[in-house]
């Protein structure tokens, strides 16, 4: 189970929050937003009765319960919320330093191990050229890629798709049958090949 350590700072200042929304029962869900990756963001957002997920893992707090995503829970070890009183207010914190760190088992959700594999195995190569490559979505089995930097209006982009990017991610995610490219283009004001 994830350390996860909410201060009794920031405990007090969420209750706080929680009265005002004048919704019996109210708690916060914490989780990570693209998490394994450059950019996961660790939000707090409101969970408000009949929005929690079965899965959740349920901390009960000072007045309020915190509603963890079971998703997030590998990317949450070690996280840390708090609120410090400044002359502004105060500022609510969230430091979880596994947010990013690709972390992946074989019971990961697929979306996980796409990220994984273009982070650490795809993009390092892309990067050469000015490019990279991220996950839009999973449709049907099919991954949706997004093609950005120096790939985006690239004449060889097919063949980088097909040859690179497919065939890396369908032989290290065998869950997968095949990827997709979801980019515009016709922008080539970036391209490294024209």
Same mark, same amino acid.
């Given at each position: 189970m994830a350390q996860i350590e909410i201060t009794p700072s920031a405990q007090h200042y969420l209750a706080g929050l &929680?009265?005002?929304?004048?919704?019996?029962?109210?708690?916060i869900r914490l989780f990570v937003a693209d998490p394994g990756t450059p950019k996961a963001e660790t939000c707090i957002a409101y969970?408000?009765?009949?929005?929690?997920?079965?899965?959740? #893992?349920? &901390?009960?707090l000072d007045g309020f319960r915190a509603h963890v995503e079971r998703r997030s #829970?590998? $990317?949450l070890e070690d996280a840390?919320?708090?609120?410090?009183?400044?002359?502004?207010?105060?500022? #609510?914190?969230?430091?979880?330093?596994?947010s990013r760190m690709?972390?992946?088992?074989?019971?990961?959700?697929?979306?996980?191990?796409?990220?994984?594999?273009l982070y650490n195995e795809v993009n390092p190569g892309l990067a050469a050229?000015?490019?990279?490559?991220? &996950?839009?979505?999973?449709?049907?089995? $099919?991954?949706?890629l997004q $093609?950005?930097?120096?790939?985006?209006?690239?004449?060889?982009?097919?063949?980088?798709l097909k040859e690179g990017v497919e065939r890396t991610l369908v032989e290290r995610v065998p869950e997968l049958a095949?990827?997709?490219?979801?980019?515009?283009?016709?922008?080539?004001?970036?391209a490294y090949y024209r």
């Amino acid at each position: 189970m994830a350390q996860i350590e909410i201060t009794p700072s920031a405990q007090h200042y969420l209750a706080g929050l &929680l009265a005002k929304q004048e919704c019996e029962g109210i708690g916060i869900r914490l989780f990570v937003a693209d998490p394994g990756t450059p950019k996961a963001e660790t939000c707090i957002a409101y969970c408000r009765p009949g929005e929690e997920q079965p899965d959740d #893992l349920v &901390l009960e707090l000072d007045g309020f319960r915190a509603h963890v995503e079971r998703r997030s #829970l590998p $990317f949450l070890e070690d996280a840390r919320v708090d609120y410090s009183e400044d002359k502004m207010g105060g500022q #609510l914190t969230i430091r979880a330093p596994n947010s990013r760190m690709p972390q992946v088992r074989d019971d990961s959700p697929v979306e996980d191990k796409i990220n994984y594999v273009l982070y650490n195995e795809v993009n390092p190569g892309l990067a050469a050229h000015g490019g990279m490559v991220t &996950l839009v979505e999973v449709v049907d089995g $099919f991954a949706v890629l997004q $093609f950005g930097g120096g790939c985006q209006g690239c004449g060889m982009v097919d063949v980088t798709l097909k040859e690179g990017v497919e065939r890396t991610l369908v032989e290290r995610v065998p869950e997968l049958a095949g990827v997709r490219d979801a980019t515009d283009h016709t922008d080539r004001s970036q391209a490294y090949y024209r």
